[in-house]
């Protein structure tokens, strides 16, 4: 199962999940990485839930 969003190949720090969400939804990328880290600072499990979406992103092209 994937889902339609492909990961970034040009803007990425480790694996281009936040970069590819941050292209397909026009969000300005470092301010997706800040509030990701926020975000995971909380129970939210960020780790985890990155890890899930870089397994269902698409591969870059």
């Known amino acids: 199962m994937h889902i339609p969003i492909k ?5 990425k720090v480790f694996a281009g999940v936040i970069g590819g969400l941050s292209e397909h939804f026009h969000w300005n990328p470092t301010i997706a ?6 975000v995971s600072l909380t129970p ?3 780790i985890i839930g990155y890890l899930v979406l870089w397994m269902l992103m698409e591969n870059p092209d």
């Open 7 to 11: 990961r970034s190949y040009s803007d």
């Open 33 to 38: 990485r800040v509030l990701w880290v926020i």
């Open 44 to 46: 939210f499990p960020g």
